[in-house]
């Protein structure tokens, strides 16, 4: 049973920093595709950045040069350290994943299994 289990949400300034991280147990292997999403109420689900089984990475333009994605294959761990937050960040942050990789990483149902969320608040 694969699960994924974010952590490292909270509330910051803006200008402030946090490094969300999300463990998962139950892959078969280590070629997994891994993403951040984040959704604010009543919005649908937006894809943060993801990376590739070949260490690939996307952004979403609006936190490319302050968010920064990163993956530790032996563990199966996926981070996202975020840079210079803004009040626009704050939302529910979801670890995704998915053994295929197939289908376009911004959209949600690309990615097979999500975890439960961690809340990120910026105040201005």
Not at 38 to 49: D, F, L, S, T, W
Not at 51 to 59: E, I
Not at 109 to 115: A, N, Q
């Given at each position: 049973q694969v699960q994924l289990v974010e952590s490292g949400g909270g509330s910051v300034q803006a200008g402030g920093s946090l490094r969300l991280s999300c463990t998962t147990s139950g892959f078969p292997y280590s070629r997994v595709c891994m993403a951040w999403f984040?959704?604010?109420?009543?919005?649908?689900?937006?894809?943060?950045?993801s990376?590739?089984?070949?260490?690939?990475?996307?952004?979403a333009t609006s936190v490319r040069g302050r968010f920064t994605i990163s993956k530790d294959n032996a563990n199966i761990s996926l981070y996202l350290q975020m840079d210079d937050l803004k009040p626009e960040d704050t939302a529910?942050?979801?670890c995704?994943?998915?053994?295929?990789c197939r289908g376009t990483w911004v959209e949600s149902?690309?990615?097979?299994?999500?975890?439960q969320g961690t809340q990120v608040t910026v105040s201005s």
């Open positions: 984040r959704q604010v109420p009543g919005k649908e689900r937006e894809g943060v950045a990376v590739g089984t070949n260490g690939y990475t996307n952004y529910m942050y979801y995704a994943a998915d053994l295929t149902r690309s990615w097979t299994y999500w975890g």
